[in-house]
């Protein structure tokens, strides 16, 4: 069966059911059959929801996938471990929103017997809402972790100065630690200029 996905059945889905989307040419040979014959597979993602079980050939063109932020890096976290999801993923330039998450990797403690996770930082233009950027993130992730949304704001990235800004809230999740952020940014870009402020939205 082959059927296009549009973003407004992929937030519907969201709500109401658990899924995985998973790259296509992921799937066994022997499953690939009971998909469909369709020869146009090269954005083609196998989608299984939790209450009928039923795997259902998705076709995506690049320009849905984009608007989607489908990349393969982003179907392929299913497998992702703790230790592999980076700490920061933002658009390369412009002004746009962000959020901070916590990571938790499920049934595992640090030493003290406290949850262990670490922040993530996520920011792209795509996102209408923080919670658009925080229920895309999590469509991705593998059953074994479990996230936290613990604030947002926004980020103004230039690349040609090398400066990040980070300030503003989240109407949804409230502000996030800016000085978080910050410390998660300078590790990445370490001939960046970061700062950050409360003012603003």
């Not at 658990?18 to 059959?33: A, E």
């Not at 933002?90 to 929103?97: C, F, L």
Request: charge should be negative; charged fraction near 20%.
């Amino acid at each position: 069966m082959s059927i296009p996905l549009q973003s407004s059945l992929l937030d519907l889905l969201r709500h109401f059911c658990n899924f995985y989307l998973v790259p296509y040419d992921f799937i066994p040979d022997p499953v690939q059959p009971r998909i469909g014959q369709d020869q146009d597979l090269g954005q083609g993602v196998l989608f299984v929801t939790t209450l009928s079980l039923l795997p259902l050939h998705i076709r995506l063109n690049p320009v849905l996938a984009v608007n989607l932020h489908l990349t393969p890096n982003n179907l392929t976290n299913m497998s992702a471990t703790y230790d592999s999801i980076p700490s920061v993923e933002i658009d390369p330039q412009g002004t746009y929103k962000y959020i901070l998450i916590k990571l938790y990797e499920k049934n595992v403690k640090n030493e003290d017997g406290s949850e262990k996770f670490k922040y993530l930082v996520r920011g792209n233009a795509r996102g209408e809402f923080h919670s658009d950027i925080y229920d895309t993130f999590v469509a991705t992730l593998p059953e074994t972790l479990d996230t936290e949304c613990v604030g947002g704001g926004r980020i103004k990235h230039n690349p040609d100065e090398k400066k990040i800004h980070v300030y503003g809230y989240s109407q949804g999740f409230g502000k996030a630690d800016h000085a978080i952020t910050k410390q998660l940014l300078d590790e990445k870009y370490t001939d960046y200029t970061v700062d950050w402020s409360d003012e603003g939205y």
